[in-house]
């Protein structure tokens, strides 16, 4: 698709005036892990902890997505790439609004997550690793997916038959197999804080 002739836009309302409305800056905190891991349960406690906080938030569930503007797309190499491209294109448009996006996707490939990450500034991304062993998710399967993915019924499924390659050096680890959703939602609280990335009150 050629965009040789799409210019940018400026808007008169400009992200800091934005930010300054929403009383905090935007940012993306992209959370990974495999099928299972919790990512939807940590995306969805983080953002309400934040709302209650007065920080406007949004959830980017890569299941939710794939209902609607990635719909198109299957789970190829290909896709997959494509899909993880969508999310961070989105994410950025609300992180140019002011918002703290919260993306709950897969996005198992490490060329994937640094593709995501090259499309904000400093301090703007933070990588969150999920993290829960694959016997312990199989175990919860809470969609039945793992079953039909060792049934054979499908086909290139993270973790099964497809890789998943952990981050090497993630902003915040969360192992919801020995923490509490709590816990790793606390966890991510503090990283935020004491990296300035927002300020949030003491009451963490």
Request: with cysteine; charged share 20%.
């Amino acid at each position: 698709m050629q965009t040789n002739n799409v210019t940018w836009h400026q808007t008169s309302v400009s992200r800091n005036s934005r930010q300054q409305r929403n009383g905090h800056r935007g940012c993306v905190i992209w959370l990974t892990g495999l099928s299972g891991s919790g990512k939807s349960t940590v995306a969805n406690q983080l953002s309400l902890a934040l709302f209650q906080r007065g920080v406007q938030t949004y959830v980017l569930d890569g299941d939710n997505l794939r209902c609607g503007i990635n719909s198109n797309l299957g789970f190829s190499d290909e896709d997959r790439d494509e899909n993880v491209r969508r999310v961070a294109e989105v994410a950025k448009l609300f992180v140019d609004a002011g918002m703290v996006v919260i993306a709950a996707v897969i996005s198992p490939m490490k060329h994937q997550r640094d593709m995501a990450r090259k499309k904000f500034g400093a301090n703007e991304f933070v990588e969150v690793f999920v993290d829960c062993p694959l016997d312990v998710c199989q175990t919860r399967d809470p969609k039945g997916l793992y079953k039909k993915a060792r049934q054979g019924k499908i086909v290139g499924f993270t973790g099964i038959d497809a890789p998943y390659q952990p981050p090497a050096h993630p902003q915040v680890t969360v192992q919801t197999h020995v923490q509490s959703i709590e816990q790793g939602v606390d966890r991510i609280l503090h990283y935020l804080n004491a990296h300035r990335t927002l300020r949030l009150s003491d009451g963490l």
